[in-house]
T-cell receptor, first 113, second 108 residues
Framework: KAGVTQTPRYLIKTRGQQVTLSCSPISGHRSVSWYQQTPGQGLQFLFE???????NKGNFPGRFSGRQFSNSRSEMNVSTLELGDSALYLC????????????FGPGTRLTVT | GQNIDQPTEMTATEGAIVQINCTYQTSGFNGLFWYQQHAGEAPTFLSY????GLEEKGRFSSFLSRSKGYSYLLLKELQMKDSASYLC?????????FGAGTTVTVRA
């Protein structure tokens, strides 16, 4: 069974731009969660989608948004990028809602200059 | 909210045992996870505890005490490949809150 895939793997953007990251969960998994990982803050929960609906949201500003499609693929968008948004963005999938045995993708490394 | 504490670094020799402690304070609690993350890679699931007690899985064991808000991950017969960051995460209302991670270095 193929694992969680994320595209792109690396991205460089400038301040003020927007970015869209993509995540394809493991086949049959319906829940996708997004995390931001930085050296200073560690892994922080962004949001979770299940059956195309956002079920949970972390403490991030409205510039961070996401969506899920009917095939469970998910995208997250960050608008008006700031230098502090430079991070590794990880998505994780699981069969059902909730953060049980989550399977993480390799992440997208975003650098904002 | 959640407050999850774990040591920043630990060093041990090959073949030894290391115990990584994790304390948490959370307004609601549905379980405790441990993940392993090698440098430059994604976290991988190690264990999940929801009831008090010890869960053993090969060389790795995880313990939970809900009343004390305490968990530990025990790594036995350490191997060089166990050098990694170990993340403790508390589940609350379907949200996972992670600790900062403990970097374990295994020396020959």
């Amino acid at each position: 069974k193929a694992g969680v895939t994320q595209t792109p793997r690396y991205l460089i953007k400038t301040r003020g731009q927007q970015v869209t990251l993509s995540c394809s969960p493991i086949s049959g998994h319906r829940s996708v969660s997004w995390y931001q990982q930085t050296p200073g803050q560690g892994l922080q929960f962004l949001f979770e989608y299940f059956s195309e609906t956002q079920r949970n949201k972390g403490n991030f500003p409205g510039r961070f948004s996401g969506r899920q499609f009917s095939n469970s693929r998910s995208e997250m968008n960050v608008s008006t990028l700031e230098l502090g948004d430079s991070a590794l963005y990880l998505c994780a999938s699981t069969f059902r809602q909730g953060a049980y045995e989550q399977y993480f993708g390799p992440g997208t490394r975003l650098t904002v200059t | 909210g959640q407050n999850i504490d774990q040591p920043t670094e630990m060093t041990a020799t090959e073949g030894a045992i290391v115990q990584i402690n994790c304390t948490y304070q959370t307004s609601g609690f549905n379980g405790l996870f441990w993940y392993q993350q090698h440098a430059g890679e994604a976290p991988t699931f190690l264990s999940y505890n929801v009831l008090d007690g010890l869960e053993e899985k090969g060389r790795f064991s995880s313990f939970l005490s809900r009343s004390k808000g305490y968990s530990y991950l025990l790594l036995k017969e350490l191997q060089m490949k166990d050098s990694a960051s170990y993340l403790c995460a508390a589940l609350n209302d379907y949200k996972l809150s992670f600790g900062a991670g403990t970097t374990v270095t295994v020396r020959a």
